[in-house]
Nanobody, 123 residues
């Protein structure tokens, strides 16, 4: 079992920045593949970013160049640094984990999920 707890969400103006954190417990964090997804009202959950246990990184086209995913294995934490935020980035952001991933963009591939943290981008 893996427990994931997100933090760092909030209200920010367009063009602003936020850093989300996801603290993991219950399993060797260094062997987990970690992902960030988001879900806006009335929309399906969508892939945002992924970092493998080896440190390989992938981004959705919509956030590439603005968001940065990273991990600190010593702190059992994965981060999502979000810059140049836009109103369309408004969503609940979820952290997800799995020891083995075939398709990192597919939410069904992840066994473990956090409770989500709200990000609202508005003036």
């Amino acid at each position: 079992q893996v427990q994931l707890v997100e933090s760092g969400g909030g209200l920010v103006q367009p063009g602003g920045s936020l850093r989300l954190s996801c603290a993991a417990s219950g399993r060797t964090f260094g062997m987990l593949n970690m992902g960030w997804f988001r879900q806006a009202p009335g929309k399906e959950r969508e892939f945002v970013a992924h970092i493998t246990w080896r440190g390989r990184i992938y981004y959705a086209d919509s956030v590439s160049g603005r968001f940065t995913i990273s991990r600190d294995n010593a702190k059992n934490t994965v981060y999502l640094q979000m810059n140049s935020l836009k109103p369309e980035d408004t969503a609940v952001y979820y952290c997800a984990a799995d020891p083995g991933i075939n398709s990192y963009r597919d939410s069904a591939e992840y066994d473990y999920w956090g409770q989500g943290t709200q990000v609202t981008v508005s003036s």
